[in-house]
């Protein structure tokens, strides 16, 4: 199993609030990226890094930022939480394989986030 | 933009039964990479398949298989003589394979729930 860990694991928090979570590696991979999954809308790209400090928007990136300060660390961040964002959310990282180039190269995923925000 | 549909949300059988998760995607890409994951009632997602748009050859993986047909921009899977185990949510992925990582795009998933 690729080594990715997500903390927390579970919050509740109330609207308003900031919240940040946190996926660090063990792969030295290249790509991280963090999802949301939410019923009927599957996984869904919030945003993503292609290395440190290198980072980019993805589909539903509203009212969420992103930072990468070292290559085995990927922190996302809600400034003031919302109900919307009541979701599970996934860290991935994958590495560009070295015959088919950057999209060709599966993404590992972290066991997921629970946060509700009440 | 890229889109993956999955039509079926939820499909039911009876172990032993085949089952067949169909995907349709649409990119603009003439090179693009297709995947299936699995996400069991533990919850974390585990990778099936990758396939890239060269390639149309079918696959099998013991009861596993796929059928890529490029010309209906479908990548259908399939499960043979299911298994209780079996009862997951099944997510198909398209990615573009000169996006600057890979960002894969999702579909809504299926539901399989194999009955003893």
């Known amino acids: 199993d690729a080594g990715i860990t997500q903390s927390p694991r579970h919050k509740v928090t109330e609207t308003g609030t900031p919240v940040t979570l946190r996926c660090h590696q063990t792969e030295n991979h290249r790509y991280m990226y963090w999802y949301r999954q939410d019923p009927g809308h599957g996984l869904r790209l919030i945003h993503y890094s292609y290395g440190v400090k290198d980072t980019d928007k993805g589909e539903v990136s509203d009212g969420y930022s992103v930072s990468r300060s070292k290559t085995e660390d990927f922190l996302l961040t809600l400034e003031s939480a919302t109900s919307s964002q009541t979701s599970v959310y996934f860290c991935?990282?994958?590495?560009?394989?070295?015959?088919?180039?950057?999209?060709?190269?599966?993404?590992?995923f972290g066991e997921g986030s629970r946060l509700t925000v009440l | 933009a890229q889109k993956v549909t999955q039509a079926q949300t939820e499909i039911s059988v009876v172990e032993k039964e085949d089952v067949t998760l169909d995907c349709v995607y649409e990119t603009r890409d003439t090179t693009y990479y297709l995947f299936w994951y699995k996400q069991p009632p533990s919850g974390e997602l585990v990778f099936l398949i990758r396939?890239?748009?060269?390639?149309?050859q079918n696959e099998i993986s013991g009861r596993y298989s796929w059928n890529f047909q490029k010309s209906t921009s479908s990548f259908n899977f399939t499960i043979t003589a299911s298994q209780v185990v079996d009862s997951a949510v099944y997510f198909c992925a398209l990615s573009e394979a000169q996006a600057a990582g890979n960002k894969l795009t999702f579909g809504g998933g299926t539901r399989v729930l194999v009955k003893p």
């Open positions: 396939r890239n748009s060269f390639d149309e």
């Open positions: 991935a990282i994958s590495d560009p394989s070295l015959l088919a180039g950057a999209g060709a190269g599966e993404l590992f």
